[in-house]
T-cell receptor, first 112, second 113 residues
Framework: DSGVTQTPKHLITATGQRVTLRCSPR?????VYWYQQSLDQGLQFLIQ???????AKGNILERFSAQQFPDLHSELNLSSLELGDSALYFC???????????FGPGTRLTVL | QKEVEQDPGPLSVPEGAIVSLNCTYS??????FMWYRQYSRKGPELLMY????GNKEDGRFTAQVDKSSKYISLFIRDSQPSDSATYLC?????????????FGTGTRLTIIP
């Protein structure tokens, strides 16, 4: 158990809908990362937050957004969902920035 | 061309054999190198974490980084069936704003009892 928690474990929804994925980092970790894992693209970095502030962005679609709250948990919002958004979404956390990243168990999103 | 290249396998070896997994990369800014193990439908689990060039050993696992060749390796000694998983190499620049991990595609490994 990495200490990173993610909810829900599974999400099944329809095209055009909006969902929210939640992540709680390890106790004391200030940095949260979101990654998407699909069969054709592998693990891809989406976005990083550090102590409530956005720190880096990857190839995150405009339909996706994220935030980190004062208690350091983070949410990833996915809207206007398309079939191609079906993937595993992982959250990772690290103490600061360039420290070891520990991954959560992931949320499996299926868009029908 | 991808920044990190990794042979996807699959790789099958008999129990007890030494396993060698490799990645090459093109971005010379990478300073931190990691190996993660991922069981089916689970989150990646950190195995090894190395800064810059050199070797690091942890139990049956040895990680090697050769920055001059832009080549990293993971060796697994005395392989066990429980080592069967997908192994992902990952790397980052480590400096502010460049802490994201860039992953290889993963190598699927099966240890045959």
């Amino acid at each position: 158990d990495s200490g990173v928690t993610q909810t829900p474990k599974h999400l099944i929804t329809a095209t055009g809908q909006r969902v929210t994925l939640r992540c709680s980092p390890r106790s004391g970790d200030l940095s949260v990362y979101w990654y998407q894992q699909s069969l054709d693209q592998g693990l891809q970095f989406l976005i990083q937050y550090y102590n409530g502030e956005e720190r880096a962005k990857g190839n995150i679609l405009e339909r996706f957004s994220a935030q980190q709250f004062p208690d350091l948990h983070s949410e990833l919002n996915l809207s206007s969902l398309e079939l191609g958004d079906s993937a595993l979404y992982f959250c990772a956390s690290s103490l600061r920035g360039a420290d070891t990243q520990y991954f959560g168990p992931g949320t499996r999103l299926t868009v029908l | 061309q991808k920044e990190v290249e990794q042979d996807p396998g699959p790789l099958s070896v008999p129990e007890g054999a030494i396993v060698s997994l490799n990645c090459t990369y093109s971005n010379s800014a990478f300073q931190y190198f990691m190996w993660y193990r991922q069981y089916s439908r689970k989150g990646p689990e950190l195995l090894m974490y190395t800064y810059s060039s050199g070797n690091k050993e942890d139990g049956r696992f040895t990680a090697q980084v050769d920055k001059s060749s832009k080549y990293i390796s993971l060796f697994i000694r005395d392989s066990q069936p429980s080592d069967s998983a997908t192994y992902l190499c990952a790397m980052s620049g480590g400096n502010f704003g460049n802490e994201k991990l860039t992953f290889g595609t993963g190598t699927r490994l099966t240890i045959i009892p």
